[in-house]
């Protein structure tokens, strides 16, 4: 059979398993799962999928009959899927995961990778698959010896980290089912911390992860905070600011330094404080030990995702947990009941703005603390004019700000006038 069209026949079979990477990534779960290369060494599956999905990717990338020197992707595509491959090695690295398990996943890769050329294989293009076995194993090769390099990069790079001997402690907090008293122990012996010591907890939501781990760097290097990725956000947690003396600090990032007034510079808990205050997140203060800095992770973590999508985070720095939950249940609740509060919202955005902004402004007064005279004197106007405010928003959203059950409402009602949906 002439090269040439053996080269076309191959062409057309990688073309049939381009849409299969999503099989493929399920076929390697099973095979992983039964096999369980990294031992006891829990790699949370959504990682999995997310790396198995690179990988697969990568080799059938590679796998095309291209001219030499060129690639089949975008330059910028072909970039981006380099460094999620390095990424994958690094991140294997930081889990305490040997070499040798990473090289059996990459056989694993090309075990799954064959078995779906063969079952796509026809008659017509079965010897271009026999013909271009060697390829195939090339393509793993290549990859393999991407993901082995930055894996041993990371290596190199792991000595006199506190981040690295800390991160599969971390790991084991922030993702394990359950963890026991004895077990919660032990892992706060591993990372050198009081168990029972009263901690800030703070998390930034996808948009700010990135910002939040750099401006805590040198924190997090030194073993005075931690930090780690959990859903894409950035977890950190570090013990409540007490007067330390003049401890040296690691150094702030630039933009912080600048900030910290001469006498602030010297402690490490005031620079690590103004540091994280920099960033915006989600911060729940006093949490007493690593159990329940565990337990309020999750909700921050959702609780920061809703509100960064809500438009309220922007870059102002840190938002209470308390301001931030009322934002994230009623995103939440629209969410569930998507339409649920049009009718009201739609009412309300009929008014002229100044006469809108007076409403909810009144109605945003009135339910800090249910007084109307408070209100009066927040908004600088007569008590009747509070009165007749809260009477008109019911009448044009048959909502009433004095009966309670309708509270929940108005709060959503408010949340999708403040933040409308996209």
């Known amino acids: 059979m002439p090269a040439e069209r053996l080269d076309t026949e191959w062409n057309d079979l990688v073309r049939s398993i381009e849409g299969d990477v999503g099989t493929f990534v399920d076929e390697?779960?099973?095979?992983?799962?039964?096999?369980?290369?990294?031992?006891?060494?829990?790699?949370?599956?959504s990682d999995l999928r997310e790396t198995s999905r690179a990988v697969f990717t990568?080799?059938?990338?590679?796998?095309?009959?291209?001219?030499?020197?060129?690639?089949?992707?975008?330059?910028?595509?072909?970039?981006?899927?380099?460094?999620?491959?390095?990424?994958?090695?690094?991140?294997?690295?930081?889990?305490?995961?040997?070499?040798?398990?990473?090289?059996?996943?990459?056989?694993?890769?090309?075990?799954?990778?064959?078995?779906?050329?063969?079952?796509?294989?026809?008659?017509?293009?079965?010897?271009?698959?026999?013909?271009?076995?060697?390829?195939?194993?090339?393509?793993v090769d290549e990859i393999s010896s991407q993901v082995r390099v930055a894996f041993m990069q990371q290596q190199a790079a792991m000595r006199n980290d506190a981040r690295v001997s800390a991160h599969r402690h971390l790991e084991r907090l922030f993702n394990a089912p359950e963890?026991?008293?004895?077990?919660?122990?032990?892992?706060?012996?591993?990372?050198?911390?009081?168990?029972?010591?009263?901690?800030?907890?703070?998390?930034?939501?996808?948009?700010?992860?990135?910002?939040?781990?750099?401006?805590?760097?040198?924190?997090?290097?030194?073993?005075?905070?931690?930090?780690?990725?959990?859903?894409?956000?950035?977890?950190?947690?570090?013990?409540?600011?007490?007067?330390?003396?003049?401890?040296?600090?690691?150094?702030?990032?630039?933009?912080?330094?600048?900030?910290?007034?001469?006498?602030?510079?010297?402690?490490?808990?005031?620079?690590?404080?103004?540091?994280?205050?920099?960033?915006?997140s989600i911060v729940l203060p006093a949490q007493r030990g690593i159990g329940a800095v565990r337990a309020c992770s999750g909700g921050l973590i959702d609780m920061a995702a809703a509100?960064?999508?809500?438009?309220?985070?922007?870059?102002?720095?840190?938002?209470?947990?308390?301001?931030a939950l009322p934002i994230a249940l009623s995103s939440y609740a629209y969410h569930l009941l998507p339409g649920g509060t049009d009718e009201p919202v739609n009412c309300m955005e009929r008014l002229p703005d100044k006469e809108r902004t007076k409403l909810i402004d009144t109605v945003t007064s009135y339910f800090a603390d249910g007084s109307i005279k408070s209100t009066a004197r927040a908004l600088d106007c007569h008590r009747n004019t509070v009165i007749n405010r809260l009477k008109h928003f019911h009448e044009?959203?048959?909502?009433?700000?004095l009966v309670p059950a309708d509270a929940f409402y108005i709060g959503m009602v408010l949340y999708r006038l403040k933040h409308p949906v996209k």
Request: aromatic share 6%; proline share 5%.
């Open 396 to 401: 044009v959203t048959g909502l009433s700000p």
């Open 307 to 323: 509100v960064e999508a809500s438009g309220v985070m922007g870059d102002k720095g840190p938002i209470a947990a308390e301001e």
């Open 58 to 139: 990568a080799l059938i990338t590679k796998l095309w009959d291209a001219p030499q020197g060129e690639s089949a992707l975008p330059v910028g595509e072909q970039a981006a899927l380099d460094r999620r491959l390095q990424e994958f090695g690094r991140l294997r690295a930081l889990q305490g995961i040997s070499i040798t398990a990473v090289v059996e996943i990459m056989r694993l890769d090309f075990i799954v990778l064959w078995r779906g050329l063969a079952k796509r294989s026809t008659p017509q293009t079965q010897r271009a698959l026999i013909a271009n076995a060697e390829r195939v194993q090339a393509a």
């Open 28 to 45: 390697f779960i099973t095979e992983f799962l039964a096999r369980s290369p990294y031992g006891d060494i829990a790699v949370d599956e």
């Open 179 to 280: 963890l026991s008293q004895n077990q919660l122990e032990s892992i706060a012996q591993a990372l050198g911390v009081d168990q029972h010591e009263v901690y800030d907890v703070l998390v930034a939501g996808p948009s700010h992860a990135a910002q939040l781990e750099q401006a805590l760097a040198p924190y997090l290097a030194a073993g005075s905070a931690w930090g780690i990725y959990v859903r894409q956000a950035f977890c950190a947690f570090y013990p409540v600011a007490t007067a330390r003396g003049n401890e040296a600090a690691p150094t702030a990032s630039p933009e912080v330094a600048d900030a910290l007034a001469p006498e602030e510079s010297c402690g490490l808990d005031r620079a690590r404080e103004m540091t994280a205050k920099a960033v915006s």
